[in-house]
């Protein structure tokens, strides 16, 4: 495969499946530990947890961690674990993110909160934390816990970036770059290199695979948001417009605005402060978007990151790893087409 992006629109459409088969023996070792250590006495709490774990979702970033260590030839276990403590730091982060929002889908079913409550996510969401920290100290790695910590302070901080971020039309594009830099970006580059601490390879290597799963972050994000205009639940997992009527300013919506003539600032300034949420506000928000090309550009911007990403890794050797991760990196683009 070439270490450049797949030109979306050929007949061959990226796919997920080379990182699922290279890693699926992994895998099922992660999934085992996943499962033991979300248990309780309490039984709220494994009943929660597990449905937001067996909702369906990709488990891209324990997949990344795998990767990572196939391409370094890693043949230890550590991994395994670690990977489970990336898995319980993202899925505690949904839990609460769902809170936040005040979300009723997720991967297409009813979120927790809608379920249980919210009290009830957010304490679960704190118990997966304490568990991803167990395993993390099991390991036994000072670089890794202070890798997977600062990504779990991050995360936080980003969260906290976007929700004072929230109905604001000022919002600009670097502090919106901030934002999924650091609530989403951050988790994939520390689910990859931790993968090299593991394996004793040189800082150089840890830096690459950094890179490759933060850029690949970046990438997932500015699709996810630009898919909020052109997607819906059965292909996103939540409804289209979801984003817009909570007021999120993302770049699709930074872009129009900055491009708009004095009725089209009106309509944004309204829309994004909750003014203008109806069925046909959001119609027009699509309309709007794309006569500016604000979609179009956001995608580019994801191709950009994307190839960022590719690049990151093109000094490891090839094989079936880095095929896998390059086309990871296509998939996760090719999601809007």
Not at 119 to 129: C, I, K, Q, R, T
Not at 215 to 244: E, H, I, R
Not at 256 to 280: M, Y
Not at 293 to 311: N, S
């Amino acid at each position: 495969m070439s270490a450049t992006l797949h030109r979306l629109g050929a007949s061959r459409t990226p796919s997920l499946d080379p990182m699922l088969a290279l890693t699926a023996h992994d895998m099922n070792l992660v999934n085992q530990t996943i499962l033991a250590r979300m248990q309780s006495d309490i039984p709220l709490i494994p009943e929660l947890a597990g449905h937001l774990i067996a909702g369906g979702g990709k488990r891209m970033r324990p997949m990344l961690t795998l990767a990572s260590a196939r391409l370094l030839d890693y043949s230890g276990t550590r991994h395994h674990r670690l990977a489970a403590a990336v898995e319980f730091i993202h899925t505690a982060t949904l839990l609460h993110d769902d809170v936040v929002d005040s979300s009723d889908l997720r991967r297409g079913r009813r979120t927790a909160n809608i379920i249980w409550g919210n009290p009830a996510s957010v304490l679960v969401g704190d118990f997966l934390f304490s568990r991803s920290f167990e395993l993390m100290v099991e390991d036994g790695s000072l670089k890794v816990l202070k890798i997977l910590s600062n990504a779990s302070a991050v995360i936080a901080e980003g969260e906290v970036n976007q929700l004072t971020a929230v109905r604001r039309i000022d919002l600009d594009e670097q502090r919106y770059l901030d934002i999924i830099g650091a609530k989403t970006a951050a988790l994939f580059a520390a689910a990859c290199r931790i993968a090299a601490v593991v394996a004793e390879r040189p800082e150089a290597e840890e830096a690459s695979l950094d890179a490759y799963g933060r850029n690949l972050g970046v990438a997932f994000q500015l699709v996810d948001d630009a898919l909020d205009y052109v997607s819906d639940a059965g292909t996103m997992g939540k409804d289209a417009g979801d984003d817009f009527r909570e007021g999120k300013v993302t770049l699709p919506i930074i872009l129009a605005h900055a491009r708009a003539d004095a009725e089209g600032r009106r309509f944004w300034k309204d829309a994004v402060e909750g003014r203008r949420d109806s069925d046909a506000d959001f119609a027009e928000a699509v309309a709007r978007i794309r006569d500016t090309r604000a979609l179009d550009d956001t995608l580019a911007r994801a191709r950009h990151y994307g190839q960022r990403a590719v690049d990151a890794i093109g000094p490891f050797a090839g094989g079936a790893a880095k095929d896998a991760m390059v086309e990871a990196v296509e998939f996760a683009i090719a999601r809007a087409y």
